[in-house]
C-alpha cells in the first residue's frame, strides 16, 4: 500500500456469532461509518494487543477495503479510544 491511507470511524451495530476460530465462537461484525456506508469484519481484521474482540455500540477506526469479495470491509480496526497512540503507517505493510 502506498500514498495516503483512508480511515473511517464508525460504530459497531451488530455481532453475529460465525463458529469459526479455536473455539469455535468467532464473530461477524458490522459497523456503520460516519457517512453512512456498511462495513464488516471479523476478529482477524482486529489490531489489538488485548482480546480482540468489540461490542456493538464502541466506536471504533479502520481503513476501508472497497474491492473484497464479500463486499465493503472493514480492515485494520481499532477502537477509537486506542487510537491516540497509534499510527496506521505502523500497522499497513508499504
Same mark, same amino acid.
Do not use: C, W
Given at each position: %500500500?502506498?500514498?495516503?491511507?483512508? *480511515?473511517?470511524? #464508525?460504530? *459497531? +451495530?451488530?455481532?453475529?456469532?460465525?463458529?469459526?476460530?479455536? &473455539?469455535?465462537?468467532?464473530? &461477524? $461484525?458490522? *459497523?456503520?461509518?460516519?457517512?453512512?456506508? @456498511?462495513?464488516?469484519?471479523?476478529?482477524?481484521?482486529?489490531?489489538?494487543?488485548?482480546? /480482540?474482540?468489540?461490542?456493538? #455500540?464502541?466506536?471504533? /477506526?479502520?481503513?476501508?477495503? %472497497?474491492?473484497?469479495? !464479500?463486499?465493503? /470491509?472493514?480492515? $485494520?480496526? @481499532? &477502537?477509537? !479510544?486506542?487510537?491516540?497512540? +497509534?499510527? $496506521?503507517?505502523? +500497522? *499497513?505493510? !508499504?
Amino acid at each position: %500500500m502506498t500514498g495516503p491511507v483512508t *480511515v473511517l470511524q #464508525g460504530t *459497531v +451495530l451488530t455481532q453475529q456469532l460465525a463458529g469459526g476460530g479455536p &473455539l469455535g465462537r468467532s464473530a &461477524l $461484525y458490522t *459497523v456503520e461509518a460516519d457517512d453512512g456506508e @456498511i462495513y464488516r469484519f471479523d476478529y482477524t481484521d482486529i489490531v489489538r494487543e488485548t482480546f /480482540r474482540t468489540v461490542t456493538n #455500540g464502541e466506536r471504533i /477506526r479502520f481503513i476501508p477495503d %472497497m474491492g473484497h469479495p !464479500s463486499g465493503p /470491509r472493514a480492515t $485494520y480496526v @481499532i &477502537l477509537a !479510544s486506542d487510537f491516540r497512540d +497509534l499510527h $496506521y503507517r505502523d +500497522l *499497513v505493510p !508499504s
